[in-house]
């Protein structure tokens, strides 16, 4: 059965301080997704990334960073600098194709940037 | 434009009131959801709509009655709550059904039941 797991369930850093989320995930397919999603307070779920198993790259999109690793099933996000507005509750989620038509959501890391 | 929009942003209703949530997306999206969302948890999905055919119902109580008039349009009949149904109750929309298909929140109706 699928899982995610995130093991940190809250994260404080001071501003301009860089944070790292992990993601650790259980999948027995071979084809799948991860997704990162950020949940400010205001309560809407902001997508951020979608990557596929086959793409191992790594993705730089601002001062977002994410690394993707098979061979230790992670898939964790890097802030650079961090600011107040990161401040904000960040899921990590799979999404396998063998017929689950369902997204695995970890429990969430909230985390709070100290200005 | 990834714009999911979901009316009230906020709901207070009785044990015996009847109400109703609504979404609208106009994205050209054929695949429509509905999550639950308790405090401090992830999303737990509820619905699945398809080209506007029930697709996947999560075992909810028929107290939540969804309905997909057209396929830019979702809403969430609401009949007889308890109270431990208070939550965040958000929609999304992805292009096709498929849990690898990236979904599109709206920001949510936060719903109190006293």
């Known amino acids: 059965a699928q899982k995610v797991t995130q093991a940190q369930t809250e994260i404080s850093v001071v501003e301009k301080e860089d944070v790292t989320l992990d993601c650790v995930y259980e999948t027995r397919d071979t084809t799948y997704y991860l997704f990162w999603y950020k949940q400010p307070p205001s309560g809407e779920l902001v997508f951020l990334i979608r990557?596929?198993?086959?793409?191992?790259q790594n993705e730089i999109s601002g001062r977002y960073s994410w690394n993707f690793q098979k061979s230790t099933s992670s898939f964790n996000f890097t802030i650079t600098a961090s600011q107040v507005v990161d401040s904000a509750v960040y899921f990590c989620a799979l999404s396998e194709t063998s017929g689950n038509e369902k997204l695995t959501f970890g429990t969430g890391t909230r985390l709070t940037i100290i200005p | 434009d990834t714009e999911v929009t979901q009316t009230p942003k906020h709901l207070v209703m009785g044990m015996t009131n009847k109400k109703s949530l609504k979404c609208e997306q106009h994205?050209?999206?054929?695949?429509m959801y509905w999550y639950k969302q308790k405090a401090k948890k992830p999303p737990e999905l509820m619905f699945v709509y398809s080209y506007e055919k029930l697709s996947i119902n999560e075992s909810v109580p028929s107290r939540f009655s969804p309905e997909c008039p057209n396929s830019s349009l979702l809403n969430l009949h609401l009949h007889a709550l308890q109270p431990e149904d208070s939550a965040l109750y958000l929609c999304?929309?992805?292009?096709?059904?498929?849990?690898?298909?990236?979904?599109?929140f709206g920001p949510g109706t936060r719903l109190l039941v006293l």
């Open positions: 999304a929309s992805s292009q096709d059904k498929g849990s690898w298909r990236t979904q599109y």
């Open positions: 994205m050209g999206h054929r695949a």
């Open positions: 990557r596929n198993s086959f793409d191992e």
